[in-house]
């Protein structure tokens, strides 16, 4: 069955030509060819995203939106060009509603500040899950403590999937907000984000959607989905660092105010008054990432090129393999069974602590992640302190998960 998944994936999916576009994959680690397994934490760039940068610092240079010379208008239509690929990206209905930040990070404290501290009173609620990032958590908590709010947390199962039944228990008309992540970074998880954003909105909540793990292997419609915001960082879809998008629906960006203030974002200034500029430039103070939001559009037309439905079968398929291969490792526990896995494949050795295990793989040349992945509550609900995260990307392949399990073997032996 695997044999015939994998030839009907190789017919439509050529990953030894995928690997042609990463310079970074001919890299020697300690004497041994790179296996890079760490693609949840950040994906390498193909060769178009870092000659776009390239370009753009060589031949156009220059600040946008602000004058009327060659290099300032060729800049300003490459930024504002790679805002409407990410609008088609997401399948979102204008340009308006897609607004450039540093990363998901700063996409979700923009919308803690600057549309839940306005609206949340004492009393009310925000409604996140028990599988969240740190970024999906801790701005929550602090605008609950800014406005009187209660944080509410619905609860995962042992396996790792969110327990419904919970979830619609916690959901209250005292909800006004529900923040949930699409696809877990510490487990993989693929969470129904559908169902679950027409059930908050039953009780009236805004739904903000934590896309970062989820754009880089899933076709994203926001429409679709049902939510009102949602957020995604260019570095984890073979894009740029220190730059991504918050798409939010028009109505509600219009009537936010105005996260950072300064050049750029306004209208009019005298000092007796400031008017701002309209959505999404009153969310876009000062000179922005011109290089790293060019470089994301480029990412988005090389993951567009490539296909996102073919993509995820190749990845799937890699997931299912390297399953079955550690599974037959009795010293090895699979950290959560979710019904649906994307990507993520994280796991324990015995009592090896997990940096151990990752500095043995490195020298292994394979690069893996060792921590709690900024995800210390789902450490906690498992009862370790760390995991060995696997992660796979597009240029992932089969021989690469038999390098793992050499490198899993090693360390069996290292610790035997």
């Given at each position: 069955?695997?044999?015939?998944?994998?030839?009907?994936?190789?017919?439509?999916?050529?990953?030894?030509?995928?690997?042609?576009?990463?310079?970074?994959?001919?890299?020697?680690?300690?004497?041994?060819?790179?296996?890079?397994?760490?693609?949840?934490?950040?994906?390498?760039?193909?060769?178009?995203?870092?000659?776009?940068?390239?370009?753009?610092?060589?031949?156009?240079?220059?600040?946008?939106?602000?004058?009327?010379?060659?290099?300032?208008?060729?800049?300003?239509?490459?930024?504002?060009?790679?805002?409407?690929?990410?609008?088609?990206?997401?399948?979102?209905?204008?340009?308006?509603?897609?607004?450039?930040?540093?990363?998901?990070?700063?996409?979700?404290?923009?919308?803690?500040?600057?549309?839940?501290?306005?609206?949340?009173?004492?009393?009310?609620?925000?409604?996140?899950?028990?599988?969240?990032?740190?970024?999906?958590?801790?701005?929550?908590?602090?605008?609950?403590?800014?406005?009187?709010?209660?944080?509410?947390?619905?609860?995962?199962?042992?396996?790792?999937?969110?327990?419904?039944?919970?979830?619609?228990?916690?959901?209250?008309?005292?909800?006004?907000?529900?923040?949930?992540?699409?696809?877990?970074?510490?487990?993989?998880?693929l969470n129904p984000v559908s169902e679950l954003t027409r059930l908050a909105h039953e009780h009236g909540a805004v739904v903000?959607?934590?896309?970062?793990?989820?754009?880089?292997?899933?076709?994203?419609?926001?429409?679709?989905?049902?939510?009102?915001?949602?957020?995604?960082?260019?570095?984890?879809?073979?894009?740029?660092?220190?730059?991504?998008?918050?798409?939010?629906?028009?109505?509600?960006?219009?009537?936010?105010?105005?996260?950072?203030?300064?050049?750029?974002?306004?209208?009019?200034?005298?000092?007796?008054?400031?008017?701002?500029?309209?959505?999404?430039?009153?969310?876009?103070?000062?000179?922005?990432?011109?290089?790293?939001?060019?470089?994301?559009?480029?990412?988005?037309?090389?993951?567009?090129?490539?296909?996102?439905?073919?993509?995820?079968?190749?990845?799937?398929?890699?997931?299912?393999?390297?399953?079955?291969?550690?599974?037959?490792?009795?010293?090895?526990?699979?950290?959560?069974?979710?019904?649906?896995?994307?990507?993520?494949?994280?796991?324990?050795?015995?009592?090896?602590?997990?940096?151990?295990?990752?500095?043995?793989?490195?020298?292994?040349?394979?690069?893996?992640?060792?921590?709690?992945?900024?995800?210390?509550?789902?450490?906690?609900?498992?009862?370790?302190?760390?995991?060995?995260?696997?992660?796979?990307?597009?240029?992932?392949?089969?021989?690469?998960?038999?390098?793992?399990?050499?490198?899993?073997?090693?360390?069996?032996?290292?610790?035997?």
């Amino acid at each position: 069955m695997i044999a015939r998944a994998q030839k009907a994936i190789e017919r439509t999916f050529d990953v030894e030509e995928v690997r042609k576009d990463f310079p970074i994959l001919d890299r020697i680690v300690h004497g041994k060819p790179l296996v890079y397994l760490d693609n949840a934490a950040s994906s390498q760039k193909p060769r178009a995203v870092i000659d776009a940068i390239t370009d753009y610092y060589s031949r156009y240079h220059s600040n946008i939106h602000r004058g009327v010379h060659t290099l300032s208008e060729e800049a300003t239509a490459a930024y504002e060009g790679a805002r409407a690929k990410v609008r088609d990206f997401l399948k979102a209905a204008s340009e308006r509603e897609v607004i450039f930040v540093r990363g998901t990070t700063e996409a979700i404290n923009l919308v803690a500040q600057a549309y839940a501290r306005p609206n949340l009173r004492p009393g009310d609620e925000v409604l996140i899950s028990e599988m969240e990032h740190h970024s999906n958590i801790v701005p929550w908590q602090v605008v609950c403590e800014q406005t009187g709010a209660q944080l509410v947390v619905a609860p995962m199962n042992d396996a790792g999937d969110l327990i419904l039944e919970e979830y619609e228990r916690r959901l209250s008309s005292r909800t006004r907000i529900v923040a949930l992540t699409h696809v877990s970074n510490a487990i993989g998880t693929l969470n129904p984000v559908s169902e679950l954003t027409r059930l908050a909105h039953e009780h009236g909540a805004v739904v903000l959607i934590d896309g970062a793990q989820a754009v880089p292997h899933l076709p994203v419609d926001v429409r679709e989905l049902g939510c009102d915001f949602y957020a995604f960082s260019g570095h984890k879809m073979y894009g740029p660092t220190g730059i991504g998008a918050l798409w939010g629906r028009l109505e509600l960006l219009e009537g936010m105010p105005p996260y950072e203030t300064g050049g750029s974002m306004i209208r009019t200034v005298t000092f007796e008054k400031t008017t701002y500029a309209r959505v999404p430039e009153s969310f876009e103070a000062g000179t922005p990432d011109i290089s790293g939001a060019i470089g994301l559009g480029v990412a988005v037309d090389w993951l567009s090129r490539l296909g996102l439905d073919s993509l995820a079968a190749h990845e799937d398929e890699l997931l299912r393999l390297a399953t079955d291969a550690v599974s037959e490792l009795p010293e090895v526990t699979i950290i959560g069974r979710p019904r649906e896995r994307v990507g993520v494949l994280s796991l324990n050795i015995g009592e090896i602590h997990a940096h151990d295990v990752g500095t043995i793989l490195d020298q292994e040349g394979i690069a893996v992640r060792a921590g709690h992945h900024c995800a210390q509550p789902v450490m906690q609900h498992y009862g370790v302190p760390a995991t060995t995260r696997v992660s796979f990307g597009a240029y992932n392949t089969r021989e690469e998960i038999d390098r793992l399990m050499i490198g899993l073997k090693r360390v069996l032996e290292i610790f035997a």
